[in-house]
């Protein structure tokens, strides 16, 4: 594309994103990285993550930080998170289905196992782990609302 701008090296900056919504399927570890990198602090209350179990489905409707916005504006969307072909799911130190209980995201990790079949970890702030027994890897990542501006007027910070 002659009319986005690049860094020195060629690859992609985040200043070249634009608008648009995302929408992402990571079927390997290293696309789970990039859906995990973009997830990092979203936050849902805990009533917007369900397990479909007759669809083998684990779908989290989150409010993301739109880290591929860069600096520019402090931005939230809401997007889904589903992740597919799911056997079973547990998880500790969280409650699934209250309203009053709101999560925040840190990561995404696959541990595989054998053949194609592993487990999905989804860490949430507080040491809340849900764990997705899975077939395969099938994580999609859509945005549903247009950005909004985040409450606090700023990005996350996690200081070291």
């Known amino acids: 594309m002659a009319d986005r701008k690049t860094t020195g090296s060629g690859d992609a900056s985040f200043h070249d ?4 919504p995302l ?3 990571a079927t390997d570890a290293a696309d789970l990285q ?24 684990l779908a989290l409707l989150i409010n993301r930080f739109r880290w591929e916005n860069g600096t520019r504006q402090a931005e939230r969307v809401q997007s889904l998170l589903a992740v597919g072909d799911v056997t079973s799911v547990r998880g500790q130190g ?19 196992g054998s053949e194609t079949e592993g487990v999905l970890r989804l860490t949430f702030a507080g040491d809340g ?11 999609t990542l859509r945005d549903v609302t247009q950005a909004y501006g985040a409450v606090s007027g700023r990005a996350p910070n996690h200081p070291e």
């Open 17 to 20: 994103a634009d608008d648009r």
């Open 94 to 112: 969280v409650v699934p289905g209250d309203a009053d209980t709101v999560l925040s995201l840190l990561t995404l990790d696959w541990e595989p």
């Open 23 to 25: 929408a992402l399927w």
């Open 34 to 57: 990039v859906l995990s990198a973009l997830c990092q602090d979203a936050v849902l209350p805990a009533s917007e993550m369900r397990f479909l179990r007759r669809d083998r489905r």
């Open 129 to 139: 782990v849900v764990e997705a027994r899975c077939d395969c890897l099938d994580v």
